[in-house]
RNA sequence: GGCGUUAUGGUGUAACUGGUUAACACGUCGCCCUCUCAAGGCGAAGAGUCCGGGUUCGAGCCCCGGUAACGCUACCA
């Protein structure tokens, strides 16, 4: 069911909310573009606020980087951080005191309640229910707390977090693109609404800012559908009159799963940096779940194109909510690269030379490699052998620049993989890519003991394992492969040393575990290390020093061209059998 | 597993809201143009609309039942 408001009495006020945890996303580049569209067709207005509470994962440079992506496609706020407004701060970091304010509100009249578990117990009660089966889910153990008891937990000190008290019953709340939509209140979690840390979560913030900001329709991601009960719920325990709500299709990778950075260049600097205009981003984005007018037939008379191309003024008068399709659209790099290329073709030929000065060659760039092989080089022509790397879209490296010596081609992409996975989380400072490649190097003891997720478990495996190495390995000498025997022989040694049997069991699991890890990781030496990433990165075994070329070439673009290259070298092995 | 959403060629969209042979663009392939490669021009293959029922003179559009994919299931957003 599609609807339009009839009572447009109350100006459109719309926002996103980008989390500043790096680099400036896709998504929000499509889900900003249909609230933008929205806003300004409707003469509305568009906000942008920061939804910074998740101190874990927050990036510092992140914040300037989504403004700069976002006016780099055009798309300008009328309320923000940045620009100010009638109802800031825009920054939820800046706003804790409005919802400590808020939760008290909740607390009192009876619709949350704290909730004092640590993180470990609320683990272990989801490892419970997971092995019986039963849905994960908070048990309301503190949900009737006496107030004594209530009291007594607050003077000992003991942190908590405030829970929402998700009444019996059901929630049907409308979503404009699709209609009724009911969710049982059985299937809805007393979720956190602050954390012990004293910051909210989303779901909390959310709600307090939409409504103190006056927002009328949020417009946002599929991926909340299941979470608007709880908020619907949120806005009734204020007692606030709840916005409209729309969820947008997601944005897909080709296997149609969830737009992702390992399958996808998922950082609007890639596309930037890569030379992408903005113009077709943006339009590649229009095209994405429709909102577009069909093609009448005096169009496709015209030519078919001019009902694909758009800028974004055309979009703002264009756009129709009722046009929007709710199947998630793949975002097909082969037609964005299409659609560049029309653009760039359009451009006249000044224009054309400026946009390449402006980015692929800009003097800040061309400075920056220059810089890194001065000293490498004998004459200035040399310029474009030493660095071409660095100006090219595409390196695929043959087999023998990019195996090692004495590892086989399977190994070594499975170790390339592990190396994109670390640099995918990386600060792109040559100190910190060179600590993590050591990291990865290091022994495969460490390595195994640092994968293990649970902070007890790694300490007796890392009892276990030295036991293993003094009192197996000395007899062995140092370089040994694990095999049953060893295992037998440490648990004969454990016993004779008066250990009890449980733990004769967790020391073996611990070895058989660093046996399989080690048959699955076998150990990469830092220089083997560089020097795969040195092959991928600029398909030669020699380079200026790579990890300047890393940082000068730009994180976003490094990580696509070792996802491309895993990608090409899959392609090749599963084409060849 | 539970809950929710979605479903038209490989991909993005269209089909006057039930009406001939399911359209356009990207991609793929072929031909023309051309010193080459693109661009451009011409053409081809590729879906019978997730499956099964039903309503109807008539269903991609309506109804019922399945299936699959995706999302959520955190002191992340």
Request: charged residues 25%.
């Amino acid at each position: 069911m599609k609807t339009e408001d009839t009572a447009a009495a109350t100006p459109i006020r719309v926002r996103i909310a980008p989390s500043p945890t790096g680099d400036p996303h896709v998504g929000t580049a499509y889900i900003g573009l249909i609230n933008f569209l929205y806003a300004r067709q409707r003469g509305g207005k568009f906000v942008l606020r920061i939804e910074d509470t998740d101190r874990a994962r927050f990036v510092a440079t992140s914040e300037q980087m989504i403004f700069d992506a976002l006016h780099w496609l055009g798309l300008t706020w009328d309320e923000g951080p940045d620009v100010g407004g009638p109802y800031g701060p825009y920054r939820q970091s800046e706003r804790t005191e409005i919802y400590r304010e808020h939760v008290e509100i909740l607390l009192s009249n009876g619709t949350a309640y704290r909730s004092f578990e640590t993180a470990e117990e609320l683990e272990a009660l989801r490892q419970r229910q997971i092995a019986s089966k039963l849905p994960p889910r908070y048990d309301g153990a503190h949900r009737d707390l006496t107030q004594a008891q209530i009291d007594a937990y607050l003077s000992e000190g003991r942190p908590y977090v405030v829970r929402m008290k998700v009444p019996a019953g059901s929630t049907t709340f409308r979503d404009e693109l699709r209609g009724d939509i009911t969710f049982e209140h059985s299937n809805v979690d007393d979720q956190v609404l602050m954390k012990s840390d004293g910051f909210p979560t989303y779901h909390l913030a959310n709600v307090v800012d939409d409504h103190l900001m006056r927002i009328t329709d949020v417009i946002r991601a599929e991926e909340w559908i299941s979470s608007t009960p709880k908020h619907v719920l949120l806005y009734q325990a204020f007692g606030w009159q709840f916005p409209r709500f729309w969820h947008m299709p997601l944005l897909r990778n080709l296997d149609k799963s969830k737009i992702s950075k390992r399958k996808n260049p998922v950082s609007l600097v890639y596309y930037r940096q890569a030379g992408f205009l903005p113009e077709a981003v943006i339009n590649f984005l229009g095209l994405m779940g429709g909102g577009m007018p069909s093609p009448t037939p005096v169009e496709v008379v015209n030519g078919a194109k001019e009902t694909e191309i758009f800028s974004l003024d055309e979009m703002i008068q264009r756009f129709e909510v009722p046009n929007i399709r709710l199947g998630g659209p793949v975002f097909d790099l082969t037609k964005l690269r299409w659609l560049n290329s029309e653009y760039l073709r359009a451009l006249t030929p000044d224009a054309f030379f400026t946009a390449l000065r402006d980015t692929i060659l800009s003097d800040q760039y061309l400075r920056e490699v220059s810089t890194l092989i001065q000293t490498r080089i004998e004459t200035l022509g040399q310029f474009g052998d030493l660095t071409a790397f660095l100006f090219q879209d595409n390196v695929l490296p043959p087999p023998e620049v990019w195996v090692p010596k004495k590892r086989t081609p399977e190994e070594t992409l499975l170790f390339a993989a592990d190396q994109l996975a670390l640099l995918e989380t990386t600060k792109w400072t040559t100190q910190c890519i060179d600590a993590a490649l050591r990291q990865l190097s290091m022994s495969i003891e460490e390595a195994f003991i640092a994968s293990i997720q649970n902070e007890s478990t790694q300490k007796s495996y890392r009892s276990a394992i030295q036991f293993f190495i003094q009192n197996v390995m000395e007899i062995h000498g140092s370089n040994l492969s694990i095999n049953d025997e060893h295992i037998k022989q440490m648990q004969t040694a454990l016993r004779n040393w008066g250990h009890s049997e449980s733990t004769v069991a967790s020391y073996s699991s611990a070895i058989e575990g660093l046996r399989k890890y080690k048959a699955e990781k076998p150990s990469w030496s830092i220089k083997e290390n560089f020097m795969l990433l040195r092959a991928i990165l600029s398909g030669s075994t020699m380079s200026p020093p790579l990890l300047e070329s890393m940082v000068v070439f730009g994180k976003a673009r490094t990580l696509d061209r070792l996802r491309r290259f895993l990608e090409t070298q899959k392609k090749l092995a599963t084409g060849k059998r």
